[in-house]
């Protein structure tokens, strides 16, 4: 039986929901078994109401992503499905590509954001009910899409509109609601595979599924097994490269690599195996590397400093300047090492960034995904009591574990003072050494949900007829436990401390103030170590101590609600209908870091108190939907929806929100629909109650007076002038430049709720003649209050370049900076306090459209299927009364994305041609907006004999195809596909352009990393 487009749930890679038409309650991932025997017609609850209706229809931009089609896309993981829909592909989704960075819920976590405003704004469901956040450390707040049992689930709703009326809190972004599988009958297996072409990054699935149908009960019971392999630098030819060209001839103007003859590599970024000194030009600064030819110590003239002709005294210096000869004289070689200058002014040469190493066996070994192991289990059942006119008990049970890791390279590097017993150069200095920086996590998650529910028949005096009341608990918890490289920086102090018996010659160093124990001496100054190549017993004495934590997350609700019929218009095609309810929630964070961190004893990582706090909730909420008219002129169906909250929270005051929907039918085939709404979200627990947490960041990514000389800013220059920072002030200090250490903490007694408006007006087409379905929605999201931190960058900026003074004030008392002229950290940032508050504004508003065409034919039927979105507007600042930001078109923020899906269906067959899109995007903002950069004497690329350099700061529109073939009997599923067709690269970018880059291409999830991939799954049902 062929079945229209309008009668069934239609479902891909991202498709839509079919509004106003009737639609079956639930899809399957495979045929349905036998049906069990009918009782009565089933009222179903679609997302985005809590009206309960008999057919699938709503007024709201409901997307819609089957299971069984998402399969025939090549996407076998919740994550994956959700985070490549157009609602969220419009911005940056955290994913098992973000290993090296700090995420909230910690690494290994993987969550959504709709409509560009993040994971804290967008409420996850399972059948309806809020799945617990899970993760590790402090920042637990979202929903680990892990935690999802993909083989239990039917389809994927996402509601792209503000939902707090009706969900409550975080509803602000829209909501996702995984609805599992009904009336299943029998026993299924299923494995699932995908493979790269180039090797590395693997994925497979194994899991079964067993459930059972009868007249009064049900049970269905499912688990699985999912693993994702590493994909490693070394996999791939991940070279990153400058990827800058000339201006003047639009050549590249990289440094040529003379050992490839290619622009040159510089691994993922840090270098490694060099020395910073800490004195004066002739006692030892600048950047040192091992040399064993080198035997004495030498001062002399600066080699990048060249006499000029004529001249006995002067020099010209590599920056053009004339100086005295005399002034230039600096420390060249000491035994065994020797300084690393840039050529001279306007000689061809390697510039000293060009001289030090980039690449090591544990930079190859970094993950660019990061493996991971995952276990899913799932159960539900019920039973009709057969009382009181069918009264329903349930429960669902879900526990999910994760077992994930990360490896990269990352940098060593410590102060060692000119009296330790190793150092051969007579001044403080630093070495900067390759080492691991690994971490591992086990996450938990369970719940448990029980309930009753039944029918109201003739309702309550004549009210809430025709209806359905329910009561449930639910109880959760996510807990973790999460360890890493830990580097003691108690032993780190000792070490540096070591001292040389002078009879004996025996170094030794003191015991460590903390850890204790027999301190080992280690020669940071040693070639072998300065490469990174530890001893066995070096390198479990500096990276293998202990120090695991453990997070846990709890959450409890219990939630009530009747519903039904109160009277019918005159004249409207239904009932009005009525929802009353109530929600408790409360819910809990305690994250205990190791023992090390929480005593302060971990060097170059982030540390944290514990973070420990809990809130609880009380909610009455109620919607109301009215059928006003109907068949009339102009007037096929004319339906209002109002829907109401009140919310009362222990952290802050109480609250309300509202949400109005007109839902007006013209004709057939003509619809509009009109939605406003307001929404909030509560602080997240860790934005309450975050111990105070440490990080570090570079002085360039923080300090705005760093060649203040070029700002363009006339209160900016004025401010750092008169806090004593000379315009060429570089950042550094004799050389070198520390990183600033940021404080983080939570806001408990200050934050306040987030408040939001959204606004979405839609156009429906469903022509008679033709097989399809057409919505086009306009939409438009505003937040305010929004919690945030002001970012260590704007925190100092606003207090040298903000115009009103007084602001300036509040942001100057919150950084600290080294004003002691004989300190070796002079005029640098020493620390940025930045605790979470209510600051950001952002402002989103776009156009969706989406479509659904079917035509049959004697040979089979065709489905095209796509989904477009284009993000006008994506606006941000840090006050209200402040000039916003346009982000929308950024890198990491395409102003569109699409996805299309084309079906044949034939008898068993179905084909398949998969179409994701995202639109170009450019860094427009990028140094100031000037482009190309004009390349200074004795700048890196002068040194190339390049004038000026034009940065590539636009990514291409980017479109990757796949193909698929399922073929599908009574007993058998099997599906076969090849992803990213062609082999489509992701759009190269220049250096410095974007915060990250996989090669020259930047790290962004909208991009397929992966390459040609080749996937298969097999189902077999007994």
């Known amino acids: 039986m062929k079945i229209s487009v309008r009668a069934s749930l239609i479902g891909a890679t991202a498709l839509t929901a079919l509004t106003f038409i009737p639609a079956v309650a639930s899809a399957q991932t495979a045929p349905a078994p036998a049906a069990a025997p009918a009782k009565q017609a089933e009222t179903i609850v679609v997302t985005g109401s809590r009206i309960r209706r008999d057919t699938f229809n709503s007024a709201s931009p409901l997307t819609v992503i089957t299971n069984d089609n998402a399969v025939l896309s090549g996407t076998i993981d919740a994550a994956e499905i959700l985070q490549s829909s157009t609602a969220a592909a419009g911005s940056g989704q955290i ?183 800490l004195g004066a030009a002739t006692t030892g600064t600048g950047t040192w590397i091992s040399d064993p030819s080198i035997t004495a110590r030498t001062v002399g003239l600066n080699p990048s400093v060249r006499p000029i002709a004529g001249s006995t005294t002067n020099c010209l210096t590599a920056t053009g300047l004339t100086v005295l000869c005399s002034t230039q004289q600096a420390l060249l070689t000491v035994p065994g090492y020797r300084r690393l200058f840039s050529p001279q002014n306007g000689v061809i040469g390697a510039p000293l960034a060009n001289q030090i190493d980039y690449e090591h066996p544990l930079v190859a070994n970094t993950d660019i995904i990061s493996p991971s192991k995952r276990t899913n289990f799932y159960a539900t059942a019920a039973r009709d009591l057969d009382i009181l006119g069918g009264v329903e008990i349930y429960g669902e049970a879900l526990y999910a574990k994760r077992e994930s890791s990360q490896e990269r390279a990352a940098q060593l590097f410590f102060v060692i003072p000119a ?106 100054f040693d070639p072998r170590v300065l490469r990174g190549d530890f001893t066995a017993e070096e390198f479990n004495y500096l990276f293998n101590n202990e120090n695991t934590g453990n997070t846990v997350y709890e959450q409890t609700v219990v939630e009530g609600n009747v519903s ?153 220059k004025a401010r750092c002038l008169a806090a004593g920072i000379p315009g060429d002030y570089n950042g550094a200090t004799n050389g070198s430049s520390q990183s600033v250490t940021v404080f983080t903490g939570g806001g408990a007694g200050t934050l306040k709720e987030e408040e939001s408006r959204s ?92 479509a659904v065409y079917r035509k049959d034919f004697a040979f089979g039927d065709l489905v095209i299927d796509t989904a477009h979105r284009w993000t006008t507007s994506n606006e941000t600042g840090l006050f209200s009364d402040t000039n916003l930001t346009q982000v929308a078109g950024d890198i990491g923020e395409p102003m569109y994305v699409s996805q299309t899906q084309l079906r044949f269906e034939r008898k068993d067959w179905t084909y398949s041609w998969n179409i994701d899109a995202v639109g170009q995007s450019n860094e427009t903002l990028f140094n100031n907006g000037v482009n190309p950069v004009v390349a200074t004497p004795g700048s890196y690329y002068a040194y190339n004999g390049v004038g000026s350099v034009l940065y590539k700061t636009k990514t291409e529109t980017t479109i990757t195809h796949g193909v698929s073939v399922r073929y599908r009997s009574d007993n058998w599923t099997i599906v076969g596909g090849i992803r990213n067709l062609f082999d489509e690269a992701p759009p190269s970018i220049s250096t410095a352009v974007f915060f990250s880059r996989l090669g020259n291409s930047a790290l962004t999830s909208q991009y397929d990393q992966f390459g040609r991939a080749f996937n298969a799954t097999v189902i077999r049902r007994f």
């Open 419 to 524: 009296t330790n017993a190793y150092n051969p150069f007579g001044v403080s200095a630093q070495p900067v050494i390759v080492r691991p920086a690994n971490s591992q996590q086990t996450v938990e998650t369970w719940q448990v949900v029980g309930g009753v529910k039944g029918q109201t028949g003739n309702g309550f005096a004549g009210l809430l007829k025709n209806g359905a009341w329910e009561l449930y608990a639910q109880t959760s918890s996510g807990e973790g436990n999460y360890s890493g490289t830990a580097i003691l920086a108690d032993r780190l102090t000792a070490m540096a401390n070591a001292t040389r018996n002078p009879t004996t010659g025996v170094v030794t160093c003191p015991t460590p103030t903390l850890s204790g124990g027999t301190c080992l001496p280690i020669n940071f």
């Open 95 to 277: 994913n098992n590509f973000f290993s090296g960075f700090i995420v909230e819920g910690g690494p290994g976590i993987q969550t959504v954001g709709l409509n560009s405003l993040g994971a804290q704004r967008t409420l996850v469901l399972l059948n309806g009910r809020r799945l617990p956040p899970s993760g590790v450390r402090g920042q637990v707040g979202a929903v680990d899409l892990q935690t999802i049992p993909n083989l239990a689930i039917s389809r994927y709703e996402i509601l792209n509109e503000g939902a707090s009326p009706i969900y409550g809190s975080d509803a602000v972004g829209g909501v996702v609601n995984a609805i599992v599988r009904k009336n299943v009958n029998g026993f299924e297996a299923t494995a699932s595979g995908n493979v790269t072409e180039a090797g590395a990054g693997e994925q497979f699935t194994v899991g079964a599924l067993w459930g059972k149908t009868a007249d009064r009960w049900n049970v269905m019971v499912s688990g699985s097994y999912f693993e994702q392999k590493a994909l490693k630098y070394g996999d791939r030819d991940y070279c990153q490269q400058d990827y800058v060209f000339n201006a003047a001839t639009g050549q590249r103007a990289d440094f040529i690599d003379p050992k490839t003859g290619q622009p040159k590599c510089f691994g993922i970024g840090p270098s490694f195996n060099r020395i910073s000194l």
């Open 564 to 716: 039904g019929d109160v009277f019918q218009v005159p004249g409207a095609s239904d009932a009005v209908k009525l929802v009353l309810g109530a929600q408790y929630r409360t819910y809990s964070i305690n994250d205990v870091p190791g023992a090390e961190t929480r005593r302060a004893n971990i060097a170059l990582t982030t540390v944290a108190g514990i973070t420990k706090g809990e809130d609880s909730v009380k909610e009455f909420y109620g919607e109301l939907s009215a059928p006003l008219l109907s068949k009339k002129p102009l007037v096929e169906n004319l339906e209002v929806n109002l829907a109401y909250r009140y919310t009362n929270y222990d952290s802050y005051d109480s609250n309300t929100t509202w949400k109005a929907t007109a839902n007006w039918k013209i004709t057939p085939e003509f619809a509009i629909v009109a939605i406003a709404g307001t929404s909030y979200r509560a602080p997240a627990l860790f934005e309450l109650f975050l111990g105070d947490q440490t990080g570090f960041l570079g002085q360039a990514a923080v300090d705005p007076c760093i060649n203040h000389d070029l700002s363009q800013n006339p209160i900016l």
């Open 759 to 850: 606004d979405i007006f839609s156009f429906v087409y469903t022509p008679s003649k033709i097989d399809l379905n057409l919505r086009v929605d306009y939409w438009k999201i505003s937040v305010t209050d929004q919690v945030a931190q002001f970012g260590a960058g704007n925190i100092v900026g606003s207090c040298y370049g903000a115009a009103d003074q007084a602001r300036a004030d509040q942001f100057c008392r919150l950084f600290t900076r080294d004003t002691n002229p004989t300190s070796n950290r002079f005029r640098q940032i020493l620390t940025v306090s930045n605790d979470y508050v209510n600051v950001n504004v952002t402002e989103v508003e776009g156009i969706d459209l989406k």
